[in-house]
């Protein structure tokens, strides 16, 4: 090396160093901090002009086009695929947490929560080490049905990011000064929308869809003998919509999926009936001391978890107090504009402890505000616990929940022969729902403590409840087995044991006699008062395991 590329190097390392050491120069904001920023494709007016462009079905000479078998790898293939999640789940980048050294391969996204995006659990987390997705031997599989999240999104309406943006754009108009570790807040801007999917959370669900049809295409023979195309549901927002277009682009390709499933899109709003959005005819979920009193916990547990982070940082702004609610909002804008905008300057505020509070916080959120801890989880679970038992036994449901009996009284909008069924919602509903079902597995342990994680109970919100998170159902064939028909259910993955559904044995594949998972279920359902947790005047409180439903005084 020259001795003038070695001083090169040298000044170049100097420079790393002082950088390194958080600059103390200050920077005044520029005067948009804070503001919120859009913009709007396509441009307004315009359209595709298929006459000058015409599509496949008029230009013609598509070549050969042989099908071949419908795959079936949940049945033939040697392992289970999982989707491991790696750091920098592509296209994203997710920093290492602040002050974790080189060698760390911490993961941050998987600490997010509802907003981290959905990776494979392990059978053996919830106690059946020998148990896969996989078909078991001697089995084959008759019947799937599928419950799913949409996936990454922008912030709900009015939600915390949006809130600290105001904060940071009134500080502006006061003085706001920045340095150090914060000197992008000086003019970060918000660029976020709201409510609908982005690129990534669209690729969640087509690869969720690609992956079904790799695994359990073989089903659809069942329609092609029958003459019959498959009806898979969905609620009105838009992000439902996309969200089940886009799963069902990738089970049946582009454009295929226009021609080849009946996407049934059920209104979602104020006082209308459906089982995907069951808040909406339930009172008491929205009411805070009953349906939100997660939410509330968790507030108070936050409020004593970020004081050291909050500590090292409020020095480097000048005309903001950082509160709990902005850590909180602060960590939420790390996962929403990585998930937006492909990283986020945020995440580097943030330490491995600050991950692990953030996702206890949202532990203690979901568990009882849609877990069970909630007085209202299983009545808002209850609307599809219905439906599947209605799938499974052949007969319309009753209308005791949520769920929408002028849709699931007809066999045009409710069939109840499919081999495959999808439906997708919310995650509060995919908890709701795992409530509803009795699977205690998923919530082993004494409640969750407001205090602090102390590792008792196998609930992680990460887990259960992230960006497209999938509640699969299989329905089975085993002649080894007797009787034959039998049952399991799986969450990202994971078998999760029903050996405490009674009378159901210990199985090492999580396999239950389907006709006694039904009644076990209709039983559940019995117990399930839709009309008493959700109507009437009862006192909850954080701190208990109510099983989902309302206590009775
Ligand atoms: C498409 O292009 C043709 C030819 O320029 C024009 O006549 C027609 O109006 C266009 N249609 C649309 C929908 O823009
Ligand atoms: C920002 O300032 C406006 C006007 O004073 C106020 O109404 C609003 O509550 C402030 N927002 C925040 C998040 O501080
Ligand atoms: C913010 O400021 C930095 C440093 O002055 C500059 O490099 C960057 O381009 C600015 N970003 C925006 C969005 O203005
Ligand atoms: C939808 O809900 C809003 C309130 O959130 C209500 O104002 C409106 O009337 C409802 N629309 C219908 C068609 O039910
Ligand atoms: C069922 O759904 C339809 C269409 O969304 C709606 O008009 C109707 O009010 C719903 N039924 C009930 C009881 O909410
Ligand atoms: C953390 O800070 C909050 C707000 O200042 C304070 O109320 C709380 O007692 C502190 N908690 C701990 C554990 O220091
Ligand atoms: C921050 O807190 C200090 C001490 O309580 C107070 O003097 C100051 O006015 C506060 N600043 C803002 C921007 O709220
Ligand atoms: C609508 O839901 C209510 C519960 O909120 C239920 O009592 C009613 O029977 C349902 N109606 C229909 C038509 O599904
Ligand atoms: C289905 O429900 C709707 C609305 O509740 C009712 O009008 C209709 O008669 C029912 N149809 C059948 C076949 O029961
Ligand atoms: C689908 O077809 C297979 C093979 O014929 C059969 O075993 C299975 O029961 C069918 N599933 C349903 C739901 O009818
Ligand atoms: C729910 O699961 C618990 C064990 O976790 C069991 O004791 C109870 O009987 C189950 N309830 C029903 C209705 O099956
Ligand atoms: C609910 O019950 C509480 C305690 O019994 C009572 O104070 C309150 O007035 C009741 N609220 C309603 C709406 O009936």
């Not at 509330?296 to 005309?319: D, E």
């Amino acid at each position: 090396m020259s001795p003038a590329a070695v001083a090169r190097l040298v000044a170049v390392s100097a420079l790393a160093l002082s950088a390194a050491a958080a600059p103390t120069t200050t920077i005044s904001a520029a005067p948009d901090a804070g503001s919120e920023t859009a913009d709007a494709f396509p441009p307004t007016g315009t359209a595709v002009n298929s006459s000058l462009f015409p599509p496949e079905s008029e230009v013609g000479f598509p070549g050969p086009t042989p099908t071949g078998l419908e795959p079936a790898a949940a049945q033939t293939a040697p392992a289970y695929p999982y989707n491991e999640g790696d750091a920098n789940q592509f296209p994203l980048i997710n920093p290492q947490p602040h002050g974790s050294d080189a060698e760390s391969n911490f993961d941050i996204s998987k600490y997010w929560g509802n907003l981290s995006p959905w990776y494979s659990l392990r059978s053996a987390d919830y106690g059946l080490p020998d148990a896969d997705p996989l078909i078991p031997h001697g089995c084959d599989i008759t019947q799937l049905h599928l419950l799913y999240r949409h996936g990454a999104r922008y912030p709900t309406s009015d939600a915390a990011p949006q809130t600290f943006a105001q904060k940071v754009a009134n500080a502006t108009e006061t003085g706001f000064a920045v340095s150090g570790e914060l000197a992008f807040l000086g003019n970060w801007t918000y660029k976020l929308g709201a409510e609908l999917l982005t690129p990534f959370g669209r690729s969640q669900n087509f690869l969720l869809g690609v992956a079904y049809r790799q695994l359990y295409g073989q089903l659809l023979n069942n329609f092609t003998e029958a003459g019959t195309l498959p009806v898979f549901r969905t609620q009105s927002q838009d992000r439902m919509v996309k969200t089940a277009e886009n799963f069902a682009a990738g089970f049946f390709g582009v454009p295929e999926y226009l021609d080849q499933v009946n996407i049934e899109i059920l209104v979602e709003n104020s006082t209308v009936n459906n089982s995907g959005a069951p808040y909406e005819v339930c009172p008491n979920s929205n009411i805070k001391a009953r349906g939100s009193i997660g939410s509330t916990v968790a507030a108070q547990f936050a409020n004593n978890a970020f004081n050291a982070t909050i500590a090292r940082l409020q020095p480097q702004v000048s005309g903001i107090n950082f509160t709990s609610t902005d850590a909180i909002a602060m960590l939420q804008l790390c996962s929403y504009e990585t998930h937006a905008l492909g990283y986020s300057a945020f995440c580097d505020l943030f330490s491995q402890e600050d991950f692990l509070n953030y996702e206890y916080y949202y532990d203690l959120s979901f568990y009882y505000n849609n877990g069970p801890g909630s007085p209202v989880a299983a009545a808002q679970g209850k609307g599809f616990l219905d439906e599947f038992l209605a799938r499974f036994t052949g007969k319309y449901p009753q209308a005791n929940s949520a769920l929408n009996e002028t849709f699931d009284n007809t066999s045009t909008y409710f069939p109840l022969n499919q081999s495959i069924y999808a439906d997708a919602t919310h995650e509060v509903v995919v908890l709701d729902t795992l409530t509803a079902f009795n699977l205690t597995a998923l919530f082993d342990g004494p409640p969750l403590s407001a205090k602090g994680n102390r590792g008792q109970n196998s609930f992680v919100a990460s887990k259960i409840v992230p960006f497209a998170t999938h509640f699969t159902t299989q329905i089975l064939s085993c002649p080894a087995y007797q009787p034959t028909k039998q049952i399991r259910f799986i969450v990202n993955d994971a078998v999760i044991p029903i050996s405490h559904y009674p009378g159901c044995p210990e199985d090492p594949n999580g396999l239950c006699s389907f006709d006694n998972v039904v009644s076990v279920l209709q039983n559940r359902s019995s117990e399930i008062d839709f009309n008493y947790d959700c109507f009437a005047n009862y006192t909850a409180a954080p701190g208990m395991d109510y099983n989902g439903r309302a206590p009775r005084s």
